[in-house]
């Protein structure tokens, strides 16, 4: 037998073979937990809810308050700093309640208020002094000097309110009310809910 030949020159590159099937093999661990985002922006700031017009929990309303009570009779109290009464609602929120016999409002929606009042004292040589109470308490006093004039009286007040709570004009003294023109008024509404 004779001796081994040389080694031939390597051949060409085939081509690629076709792909084999996935393996199965066990899954990995759990990576570790990433670090946390950076914080969005904040978001707009929303509507105050609506208050309960009862003072109890659960009954909420939207509802509003206010009136303009305007005298044009002539008052004399019967005793020092009686109510003074009106005549006419000129304007009314639905559901407000305002007594017109002794001129009280009685408020229903819990809020801080604003009260404005004006009356004119009577030509008699006596003082007149108003003042604007709120649960008998004084608030805001008004005052016109004992001469034989006319003199307006006013006043104004920002307070809050609470469910039952009234407010009047206790006067002392003799009140103008005016044969066709309004001199004597008593105005409130409520500037926002509590």
Not at 169 to 191: C, D, P
Request: net charge neutral.
């Amino acid at each position: 037998m004779g001796l081994n030949g040389l080694i031939g020159e390597p051949g060409a590159k085939g081509d690629h073979g076709l792909k084999g099937e996935q393996g199965v093999g066990l899954q990995g661990r759990k990576g570790f937990r990433g670090l946390p985002g950076i914080n969005g922006l904040r978001g707009e700031k929303g509507e105050h809810g609506a208050t309960g017009h009862t003072g109890k929990a659960g009954e909420c309303s939207t509802r509003r308050s206010a009136f303009t009570a305007m005298s044009k009779t002539n008052f004399s109290p019967t005793s020092s700093w009686d109510p003074l009464p009106f005549e006419e609602l000129l304007f009314s929120e639905e559901g407000v309640d305002f007594n017109l016999n002794n001129g009280t409002f009685t408020c229903y929606v819990p809020g801080i208020y604003v009260f404005m009042f004006s009356a004119q004292k009577t030509t008699h040589e006596s003082q007149l002094f108003v003042q604007l109470r709120k649960n008998s308490d004084g608030l805001a006093t008004g005052w016109a000097p004992d001469v034989a004039k006319y003199h307006q009286v006013s006043g104004s007040t920002v307070v809050p309110m609470s469910y039952g709570d009234q407010v009047y004009l206790a006067v002392h003294g003799h009140v103008y009310g005016g044969t066709y023109k309004y001199y004597t008024y008593f105005n409130g509404f409520m500037l926002y809910e509590i």
